[in-house]
Nanobody
Framework: QVRLVESGGGSVQPGGSLRLSCVAS????????MDWYRQAPGKQRELVAT???????SYMDSVKGRFTISRDNAKNTVYLQMNSLKLEDTAVYYC?????????????????WGQGTQVTVSS
């Protein structure tokens, strides 16, 4: 089993910044892609940013230039630096990892989600 623990959410004014962190722990052999998703009230969950095992990154159009995703492979941690926050960035943010884990008998592919952390941008 793999556990993801997120932190760093909170409330900020428009234009402010927050940094989200997500630590993965458990029977991890390797982590492939690490992502941040978000879900606003009444809306579907959407992919915000991805960082691959090789360090390549991609972003949804509305956060390009404002958000930066990064990872620390030694710590099994992914970060999301969010700058110039807007009202429309308000959502619950979820960490997601695609990994190879040890299931007790052999390596197996794992797909895990964090519990979510609330980000509220309001004036």
């Amino acid at each position: 089993q793999v556990r993801l623990v997120e932190s760093g959410g909170g409330s900020v004014q428009p234009g402010g910044s927050l940094r989200l962190s997500c630590v993965a722990s458990g029977s991890i052999l390797s982590i492939n892609a690490m992502d941040w998703y978000r879900q606003a009230p009444g809306k579907q969950r959407e992919l915000v940013a991805t960082v691959t095992s090789g360090g390549s990154t991609s972003y949804m159009d509305s956060v390009k230039g404002r958000f930066t995703i990064s990872r620390d492979n030694a710590k099994n941690t992914v970060y999301l630096q969010m700058n110039s926050l807007k009202l429309e960035d308000t959502a619950v943010y979820y960490c997601h990892v695609d990994c190879l884990e040890w299931n007790g008998r052999s390596p197996s592919r794992g797909d895990y989600w964090g519990q979510g952390t609330q980000v509220t941008v309001s004036s």
